[in-house]
């Protein structure tokens, strides 16, 4: 579970809850169920006219992999690489064979199976880097369609505002309702823009962080192989690959790695 998530999503209730109480409101008073319908219904039905209808009924499951945490084990893949590349210049790179199956990582795997098996360096460093472009191209959809959702959110909730004050324009007789009406119209807007800054764009943007992280682990791995098909000294090996990590990460596991 990411901790963060579930603070971003607490913080903000606790937030905008705090705000309408302190302004004199009351949380009843932002509760209006046709205006969920307008805003949060309609922009998602707009999907299934932007997006495929496979991708509009799985984007929940997509976005709930915001509130999971991933770890992509660089540290460990490092160590694997190194030790990998001091196999590969004591043995040769047939010796790494019998280890490919002992590996977790299968980007990493498929790539040294390419190099045990004699592929060209600039086929082997295509084939991974298509192979990782796909799989970002794949990730940058789903989110394309969220931050759509995103943009839709305000547009709905305007929307709803309007259909509300068509309805008290045509009540204008009973002046004692047109200030209750007009909080009920307003409401819709201000659904839209939580649904937009509040829900969906920060779910969207949580899940690009998350694939700009696994795409670096991906070309530190793509780099660590063809240092191993080159026979670069594992020592090289291991500080090209440190420079993938942030200098928190990277002390300890030079000190481990980079040894005098």
Same mark, same amino acid.
């Given at each position: 579970?990411?901790?963060?998530t579930?603070?971003?999503?607490?913080?903000?209730?606790?937030?905008?809850?705090?705000?309408?109480v302190?302004s004199g409101?009351?949380?009843?008073?932002i509760?209006?169920i046709p205006?969920?319908?307008? $805003?949060?219904?309609?922009?998602?039905?707009?999907?299934?006219i932007?997006?495929?209808?496979?991708?509009?009924?799985?984007?929940?499951?997509?976005?709930?992999?915001?509130?999971?945490?991933f770890?992509?084990k660089?540290?460990?893949?490092?160590?694997?690489?190194?030790?990998?590349s001091e196999?590969?210049?004591?043995?040769?790179?047939?010796?790494?064979?019998?280890?490919?199956?002992?590996?977790?990582?299968?980007f990493?795997?498929?790539?040294l199976?390419?190099?045990?098996?004699g $592929?060209?360096?600039?086929?082997?460093?295509?084939?991974m880097?298509?192979e990782?472009?796909?799989t970002?191209?794949?990730?940058?959809?789903w989110?394309?369609?969220?931050?759509a959702?995103?943009?839709?959110g305000?547009g709905?909730?305007m929307?709803?505002?309007?259909i509300?004050?068509?309805?008290?324009?045509?009540?204008?007789?009973?002046?004692?309702?047109?200030?209750?009406?007009?909080?009920?119209a307003?409401?819709?807007?201000?659904?839209?823009?939580?649904?937009?800054?509040?829900l969906?764009?920060?779910?969207?943007?949580?899940?690009?962080?998350?694939?700009a992280?696994e795409i670096?682990?991906k070309?530190m791995?793509?780099?660590?192989?063809l240092?191993?098909?080159?026979?670069?000294?594992?020592?090289?090996?291991?500080?090209?690959?440190l420079?993938?990590?942030?200098?928190?990460?990277?002390?300890?596991?030079?000190?481990?790695?980079?040894?005098?």
């Amino acid at each position: 579970m990411d901790i963060a998530t579930i603070i971003g999503l607490v913080g903000g209730t606790v937030a905008i809850g705090l705000g309408v109480v302190t302004s004199g409101g009351s949380i009843g008073g932002i509760i209006d169920i046709p205006s969920v319908f307008v $805003t949060v219904g309609g922009s998602y039905a707009a999907l299934f006219i932007v997006a495929p209808l496979k991708q509009a009924l799985g984007l929940f499951k997509i976005m709930g992999r915001a509130l999971k945490t991933f770890d992509n084990k660089e540290e460990d893949k490092i160590r694997s690489l190194v030790q990998l590349s001091e196999s590969a210049r004591r043995e040769g790179l047939l010796a790494l064979d019998d280890k490919l199956n002992d590996l977790d990582d299968k980007f990493m795997r498929d790539g040294l199976k390419m190099v045990v098996d004699g $592929t060209d360096g600039n086929v082997v460093r295509a084939i991974m880097e298509s192979e990782m472009s796909q799989t970002e191209a794949r990730h940058m959809e789903w989110i394309g369609v969220i931050n759509a959702w995103a943009g839709y959110g305000p547009g709905f909730g305007m929307l709803g505002t309007v259909i509300g004050l068509i309805g008290m324009l045509n009540n204008l007789e009973d002046k004692s309702s047109l200030g209750p009406n007009m909080a009920v119209a307003l409401i819709t807007t201000l659904y839209g823009s939580m649904l937009a800054n509040w829900l969906v764009a920060p779910f969207a943007n949580k899940l690009a962080s998350q694939n700009a992280h696994e795409i670096n682990a991906k070309e530190m791995i793509v780099e660590g192989v063809l240092s191993i098909q080159s026979g670069d000294n594992p020592r090289i090996l291991a500080q090209k690959l440190l420079t993938y990590l942030d200098p928190k990460r990277r002390v300890p596991l030079e000190a481990e790695l980079v040894k005098d």
